[in-house]
């Protein structure tokens, strides 16, 4: 499990370092780039079902810490995904702006064309384009954050388990005691019972063996 969970968080480590690249790379490495970044992001997720599987199968001891660090891993791995998908949102933005810039500085009007003000629109479309920008940035740190608490209610859920297994161990563990402390009373009264039975059997014994004595000596004296 230890081989597994390091060579996932390794490849967590070199999808961040792509991310930073994919987002200033030209167009010409985009394609491959983007390639090997869900290639890795592809053998990251198939690891973290692996990671799930043999946390099962880890000793009692230590399954708890190596549940926590898988769940870990799929935190990172969610927000490295999020963080891809903002990256390509933003590189389209781009590209879509300079393909319409490229069609307006290129665009030839004819003589009888009418006058186009566009001096409004430019700057409308500029700052419509800066509000979109600040709203993927308010949606992805509102992703972040609602990803960190959705991994801390797992761990929660994680200890209220655990507290909820002692707490089943300790009502086992009185109601033992109970049956031990029900038993010995029944133990006593089982004791008594036989000593005051064995009393009555010897008072009877040494009754009719003081009779019979008795008897004898009167018949002989007779």
């Not at 010409?28 to 290639?39: P, R, S, T």
């Not at 933003?90 to 590209?95: D, N």
């Not at 009264?189 to 008072?203: D, E, H, P």
Request: some cysteine; overall charge neutral.
């Amino acid at each position: 499990m230890e081989a597994l969970y390091h060579d996932t968080n390794l490849k967590l480590e070199e999808v961040k370092t792509y991310l930073s690249t994919y987002d200033r790379c030209s167009k010409a490495h985009e394609d491959q780039l983007a390639q090997d970044i869900d290639d890795r992001l592809q053998v990251i997720n198939s690891n973290c079902h692996k990671l799930e599987n043999k946390v099962n199968h880890e000793p009692p001891a230590r399954r708890m810490n190596a549940r926590m660090r898988v769940n870990q891993l799929k935190y990172d791995y969610d927000h490295v995904t999020r963080a891809l998908g903002n990256i390509q949102m933003r590189r389209q933005e781009r590209e879509r702006e300079e393909k319409e810039r490229d069609e307006l500085l290129h665009r030839k009007f004819k003589p009888n064309d009418q006058t186009i003000d566009i001096g409004d629109s430019l700057d409308i479309n500029a700052r419509l384009q800066v509000t979109n920008r600040e709203l993927d940035g308010i949606l992805s740190t509102g992703g972040s954050a609602l990803d960190h608490l959705r991994h801390q209610r797992s761990s929660m859920k994680d200890v209220q388990r655990k507290l909820l297994d002692f707490a089943n161990t300790l009502g086992l563990s009185t109601t033992v005691m109970k049956m031990i402390e029900k038993r010995g009373s029944q133990d006593r009264l089982i004791l008594i019972g036989g000593i005051l039975f064995t009393c009555v059997i010897m008072y009877i014994t040494l009754s009719y063996v003081w009779s019979s004595r008795t008897s004898s000596d009167t018949t002989i004296a007779t």
